[in-house]
């Protein structure tokens, strides 16, 4: 199926050596599950920063972290885990909200959860990370570099830069030629969400992958269940709420940032591309901008094998 979407980056949405290894054998709906379908791969948890995180590790050497998207989980990165495991310590997290991770009240804001991440590099025992975020994840690893650039060594945007003035400026009707982000206003709604979505997150997951995707098979029908399933619950629809209904003040967060210092490089969509260019070399010190062809929005999950070389290129 073709891809019916333009992706609004900024202003609008935002951006961001091993071959590809894909997961195999059926897996529970468990994280556990889960995790143990990725050869080495093994789920942990940590408390940190006053809310405990599900994290899937596996491998050895310099530590990667991915953080995921809405409304994905860790097992966005499933793809290319096993690959990037060959030379690096893989840890994929669920955030404050997601999967198997804690829901607490508060705390969305992407200062809070870049907090949460750099607390649990310190609480496994690193230094610092190379760190990759997609969509909402990648929100959190820009505010991770700006708010703790200690902790970071390089840092890798997908598709979705932090939220930035602009934003707020999106209009709620359709306008000719403009993606129309009309989960931006959904999300915003306190109690209803979780109404309306509550074991019925599925359609939710089906519509966006038909926006999203360049192929619709490139998320499988077991990649959506389990997609559907980390979403079908009061307090997860709640969750991943609470990210979109603090993007004013991580907007005016924002406003207080300078360039950040880590070396980064930029994944983004055929559709992201140009409007990235004009963005990012203003958030950056070190910015480098790569258009991945054959793909939508989901750019980890359309194109792994791409994904996997431009990271062990700059990683390395």
Not at 44 to 53: C, E, F, K
């Amino acid at each position: 199926m073709a891809m019916r979407r333009r992706t609004v980056l900024g202003a609008g949405m935002g951006v961001a050596a091993g071959g590809f290894v894909a997961a195999r054998g059926a897996a529970a709906a468990a994280p556990e599950g889960l995790a143990r379908s990725l050869p080495g791969f093994r789920d942990g948890y940590a408390t940190v920063n006053g809310v405990r995180l599900h994290y899937v590790a596996g491998g050895s050497g310099a530590p990667l972290v991915l953080l995921p998207g809405w409304p994905r989980t860790w097992w966005e990165f499933h793809k290319i885990m096993p690959a990037l495991a060959r030379t690096r310590r893989v840890i994929a997290v669920d955030l404050r909200g997601m999967g198997d991770s804690a829901k607490p009240a508060g705390g969305y804001d992407k200062k809070t959860m870049a907090a949460d991440i750099a607390a649990l590099i310190a609480k496994l025992g690193h230094d610092r990370a190379d760190v990759l975020g997609s969509d909402i994840g990648s929100m959190v690893a820009f505010s991770l570099a700006a708010n703790h650039p200690e902790r970071v060594r390089k840092l890798v945007m997908i598709d979705v830069m932090h939220p930035q003035e602009g934003l707020d400026a999106l209009t709620l009707l359709p306008q000719p030629g403009v993606f129309h982000l009309w989960w931006f206003a959904f999300n915003q709604v306190e109690g209803l969400p979780e109404q309306l979505l509550t074991g019925r997150a599925r359609p939710l997951v089906d519509h966006l992958c038909g926006l999203m995707l360049r192929e619709q098979d490139n998320v499988t029908d077991r990649d959506r269940r389990i997609y559907a399933a980390a979403y079908d619950t009061p307090d997860a629809i709640r969750g991943g709420n609470g990210w979109y209904q603090t993007f004013g003040q991580d907007i005016a967060d924002d406003r207080t940032y300078a360039p950040v210092t880590p070396s980064l490089l930029a994944l983004v969509s055929p559709e992201s591309h140009d409007l990235v260019r004009q963005l990012l070399p203003t958030k950056a010190t070190d910015a480098e901008i790569v258009r991945v062809d054959g793909t939508g929005h989901y750019v980890v999950e359309e194109q792994p094998e791409a994904v996997v070389r431009h990271l062990a290129r700059f990683l390395a």
